[in-house]
Nanobody
Framework: VQLQAFGGGLVQPGGSLRLSCAAS????????IGWFRQAPGKEHEGISC????????LYADSVKGRFTISRDKAKNTVYLQMNSLKPEDSAIYYCTTVCTLGNYPYGPWGQGTQVTVSS
């Protein structure tokens, strides 16, 4: 199943964005959901995930304390709230049913959303 990420955009350093992860015809409830990003010239990197039972959330060191992952079962959506954004957060962001941190070169990847942090 390929999930779709939404909500990216252009934001100034220090700003915030909230990304959404959704899937048409597929229930996210009961699945671990991971957020990944790919900067130009780099591999996909797992940065956050929420476990299938929502009891645990994981964050890469690069985003810990700034990003928050959450799930809204009623809306069948998983969010990634991104605060205190930095230029190095600029990337295409994806969500999947894989929960892992660090480099993850495997696909397939669904629709991503571009995040650009620049003044």
């Amino acid at each position: 199943v390929q999930l779709q990420a939404f909500g990216g955009g252009l934001v100034q350093p220090g700003g915030s964005l909230r990304l959404s992860c959704a899937a048409s015809g597929f229930t996210l409830d009961g699945y671990a959901i991971g957020w990944f990003r790919q900067a130009p010239g780099k591999e996909h990197e797992g940065i956050s995930c929420i476990t299938s039972n929502d009891r645990n959330t994981l964050y890469a060191d690069s985003v810990k304390g700034r990003f928050t992952i959450s799930r809204d079962k009623a809306k069948n959506t998983v969010y990634l709230q991104m605060n205190s954004l930095k230029p190095e957060d600029s990337a295409i962001y994806y969500c999947t049913t894989v929960c892992t941190l660090g480099n993850y070169p495997y696909g397939p990847w669904g629709q991503g959303t571009q995040v650009t942090v620049s003044s």
